[in-house]
């Protein structure tokens, strides 16, 4: 009887930790101000707010309120089972990972192809996303992308050597990457090769190595913005929800630890056995790799289960959707109950890193067998549609209007699968003929009245702008 009840009681758990927090599981609020707040209150009402989230002390069961309009500079990491949403009114709060150029001054001359060189170690020069004391990092430093706010204007084109800095808005960091050669050789000096006196180009912003909301199992993010953190901007997720929040100028910092020099970060990924997300409502945009992805490479089983993404927009990523769950293993990895479907998605490859690749699609799949997962009701606008040569079932209904010239299937290497390139019907059937996907196929001509009127409504619909501006720079100072 004994083993019954215990069986029992794990059966329910399960059942009741299979979903996101609920308003009835929380056991405290806490209200969070980087403007009025301050972490000696105890940041249990509006009168007296927390300054920080990482001065909350209590990681589960509670709801985290962040007041409309503030700017939060650290991540979101140790919470399980936890609401974060706003309080009051005004635009959406900001977990920010930009450390923010001060002393426009700090800029010398390298001397070298005529670069300048900023130290990043001396954050006096900064402020916003600082390296705090207690917390020593080799990787801190490694910048995804120099951003300049008041200009709107994003320099992402980061060489893997100072002698590769040739163009102008081209930076380096640096050229060690594996974790041991890191430790010895930490990220601190940046390099910019540019025509014009940086410091004449005010306070730039430098996006951080970091991510902005890591490993919220059970958590719910609602109305909130993630902007310029380095890697990704939620990195791995369980039995949670993501909605109505922003999502922008994430990645491009170097993934340190991989096999070889690369660059990485997406808005949203979720891991090769990660299960029952929920993610909707949400504009994701300036992702240096793609806006979402479920992905996975292991030797054991993977199987992602109950993964949603539905309702959300995209603008300027260099995908909308990733997916792939490669095993090298004796397993049957499949995806169970997974969609991206009712999603609006404007100029995929267009990210603004400056840094355009042959897999810069709608949708990109590394997939190492073909897999079932349903990518359907989607309207895509302005970019090749798939990169990927294992199709599987479940890519259909889609309205796709793609350019002239660019493409409907792609994969670089596999010889046996050329490039179909967009330029008629019969491309549009040999398409079809090749994936069983029959979505609806639309070819533009660009310039034409008809791009430029529909480019107009998708742009509406998708209704992005900068979240984070001159203005926030501006009040930091």
């Not at 991540?75 to 959406?92: D, L, N």
């Not at 949708?363 to 073909?370: H, K, V």
């Not at 990518?375 to 209007?401: E, K, M, Q, R, S």
């Amino acid at each position: 009887m004994r083993v019954l009840v215990l069986l029992l009681f794990s059966f329910f758990s399960m059942l009741a930790f299979s979903q996101p927090v609920k308003e009835s599981q929380v056991k405290h609020t806490y209200y969070i101000s980087s403007s009025v707040g301050s972490d000696a209150n105890d940041g249990l009402s509006e009168e007296k707010p927390l300054k920080s989230i990482r001065a909350v002390k209590e990681k589960s069961f509670v709801k985290v309120r962040l007041k409309a309009g503030d700017v939060f500079f650290e991540h979101v990491a140790g919470f399980r089972y936890t609401i974060f949403e706003s309080y009051g009114e005004g635009e959406k709060p900001m977990l920010c990972g930009f450390k923010v150029l001060k002393n426009v001054n700090a800029w010398q001359l390298d001397g070298q192809n005529g670069c300048w060189v900023l130290d990043l170690t001396k954050e006096e020069n900064f402020v916003g996303y600082l390296q705090r004391d207690n917390e020593p990092n080799s990787m801190f430093n490694d910048v995804g992308c120099i951003y300049d706010a008041q200009h709107d204007q994003v320099y992402g084109h980061l060489v893997k050597d100072k002698s590769l800095l040739m163009s102008d808005g081209d930076f380096y960091t640096n050229s060690h990457y594996q974790t041991d050669s890191v430790k010895v050789h930490p990220f601190g000096k940046l390099y910019f090769k540019t025509n014009v006196d940086p410091r004449q180009m005010g306070h730039l912003c430098f996006s951080m190595g970091q991510h902005g909301v890591m490993r919220a199992e059970g958590c719910v993010l609602r109305n909130i913005a993630v902007v310029g953190f380095a890697r990704h901007g939620v990195a791995n997720a369980w039995n949670a929800t993501i909605e109505n929040c922003q999502f922008d100028l994430i990645g491009g910092a170097i993934q340190v630890g991989y096999q070889y020099w690369v660059r990485y970060g997406n808005g949203i990924e979720f891991g090769g056995n990660t299960h029952d997300n929920l993610v909707t409502g949400c504009l994701i945009s300036r992702t240096y790799d793609c806006g979402v992805t479920i992905q996975g490479k292991t030797t054991e089983k993977l199987q992602p289960m109950r993964i949603h993404f539905v309702n959300n927009r995209f603008y300027h990523c260099r995908q909308a959707f990733e997916h792939f769950i490669s095993s090298s293993g004796d397993y049957e990895s499949k995806y169970t109950d997974c969609s991206f479907s009712d999603n609006f998605c404007y100029m995929m490859g267009e990210n603004e890193f400056s840094t355009p690749q042959a897999r810069d699609a709608n949708i990109l799949s590394y997939e190492n067998a073909p897999r079932t997962l349903t990518i359907t009701d989607n309207y895509f606008f302005g970019a090749p549609y798939l990169c990927g040569y294992n199709y599987g079932d479940g890519t259909d209904d889609n309205v796709v209007y793609v350019y002239e010239s660019q493409y409907l299937n792609h994969y670089h290497g596999k010889w046996d699968k050329p490039t179909i390139l967009a330029e008629g019907k019969r491309d549009v059937r040999a398409y079809r003929e090749r994936t069983g996907d029959k979505s609806r196929i639309v070819i533009l001509k660009r310039d034409s009245s008809k791009a430029r009127r529909l480019e107009k409504k998708v742009l509406k619909k998708v209704g992005w702008s900068a979240p984070f501006t001159g203005e926030d720079v501006e009040s930091m100072l």
